[in-house]
């Protein structure tokens, strides 16, 4: 990778940012520091997958099959079924379904199978929303793609509208990274977004991939899924949805998830896996297969975020009205000053928040339509959460009066 390569991917990295504007500054106020600018749900997974693994002890002597077992497969295949009311003949669990090691690695070499199947037909960009989670952009340079951002503000409801695309872009693409509930902004694509999507990547032959590893958490309805959208046009052909248990059952530790959908890319990850990849653990995979298949655990998680919630418009809704996501555990809030209201948050009161210009690119316009924001990571326990929240609540009033603002805009929603 030559050096302008290894330049642009470093800049796609908000962690690496973050740590630099802070560098220096010590948490204040007499608190103990909480990190809330990164998304890992700082719950226990259910004793039940703890005890799999532990039960499966013996298996930790073998390699893992790149695609898992019939019983994992079998697991996720049911669970897409019960969720989006797919028909179970529509999902092949031994060819259209695979784990993978975590989402966000299957979302990365995702782009290296995308880029390299465009690559000949010249098809070697790859979209995503702006503002945009990190590994899409990264994935994209590094598969020697080229990323394209895409409009998704308010006034977009803070998702790519796929009739504002140009038709050249549609053209040169290779594949569109899009999340529901999106992160940062916690919206909820509707079905029709996805069918409009859908028909696009069929039209002009590139992939769509679906990041839907928040899909379980939400304030209102469960968010449609893109797989009920191919279903609606018969097929899975380019298309692949992505979920994780790292949000939906608290265990980012375990590195777990599973993406289904077009075959032909499922076999393309099954070879970067087989290559340079991580195959699930077989003791990985037990505990695994029994959280895809219990419900509870996943109700209860859902109320421990509705709680958080709650908390946040009571503490933060008189500065920005409604603050409550749609889908996720992301608050994004319009500050007027993402790296100010981080930098006043860390000093005041101990708080670590993520800028949201980090998350974005300049615009056309010359606009990076994240500097404005903060995302925040709603990720502890409730009753850890009230507290810092009216720290927040606190600082940020201080942050927005200093900008003159009396009330901040709010989300848009």
């Known amino acids: 990778m030559n050096q302008d390569r ?13 740590n630099k504007l802070l560098e220096g500054v010590q ?4 608190n103990t520091p909480l990190l809330l600018s990164l998304g890992e749900p700082q719950f226990q997974p259910p004793s039940f997958a703890l005890d799999a693994i532990a039960n499966a002890k013996e298996l930790w002597s073998k390699y893992p099959p790149t695609l898992g077992t019939v019983e ?20 092949d669990a031994e060819r259209m379904i695979a784990p993978v090691s975590g989402t966000r690695e299957a979302l990365f070499h995702i782009a290296l199978s995308a ?28 598969a020697g793609g080229e990323p394209a951002f ?54 002009h032959d590139f992939l769509v991939a679906a990041d839907e590893c928040y899909a379980e958490i939400y304030t209102d309805q469960p968010p449609p899924g893109a797989i009920e959208a191919a279903q609606a046009g018969g097929s899975c052909d380019n298309l692949l949805v992505f979920h994780s248990l790292s949000k939906r059952s608290s265990a980012p530790g375990m590195r777990s998830g599973f993406v289904a959908g077009d075959a032909r890319y499922i ?36 109320a421990r975020y509705q709680a958080s919630f709650d908390s946040a418009q009571a503490a933060l809704g008189p500065l920005f009205g409604n603050v409550k996501p749609g889908g996720g555990f992301f608050l ?65 009033a201080s942050v927005l009066a200093a900008g003159g603002r009396v009330r901040a805009a709010g989300r848009g929603r």
């Open 6 to 18: 290894v330049e642009s991917l470093a800049q796609f990295h908000p962690f690496t940012r973050l």
């Open 27 to 30: 948490p204040g106020g007499g």
């Open 72 to 91: 994992f497969r079998a697991a996720a295949k049911a669970w897409l079924v019960r969720r989006y009311g797919v028909e179970s003949a529509f999902l």
């Open 115 to 142: 880029v390299a199947m465009g690559a000949p037909k010249g098809k070697g960009k790859v979209l995503m929303a702006n503002p945009f989670y990190h590994t899409y952009a990264g994935a994209a340079v590094v």
């Open 150 to 203: 895409l409009p998704a503000g308010p006034e977009t409801g803070f998702l790519p509208d796929p009739d504002a695309v140009p038709a050249d872009l549609l053209r040169e693409a290779a594949m569109v990274y899009l999340c529901s509930p999106a992160n940062p902004q916690g919206s909820v694509a509707s079905a029709d977004f996805w069918r409009r999507w859908l028909a696009l990547a069929r039209r």
């Open 267 to 302: 076999s393309r990850q099954a070879q970067l896996i087989n290559y340079g990849g991580v195959a699930v653990p077989l003791p990985v995979l037990a505990a695994s297969t029994a959280l895809w298949s219990d419900e509870t655990h996943v109700a209860q998680n859902r």
């Open 332 to 396: 994004w809030l319009d500050v007027g000053d993402g790296e100010k209201a981080a930098v006043e948050l860390w000093r005041q009161a101990a708080i670590k928040v993520l800028p949201g210009g980090y998350m974005a690119r300049t615009d056309a316009s010359g606009r990076n339509p994240g500097t404005p924001f903060i995302r925040v990571a709603l990720v502890y326990e409730p009753a850890l959460l009230g507290g810092a929240l009216e720290r927040m609540a606190s600082v940020l």
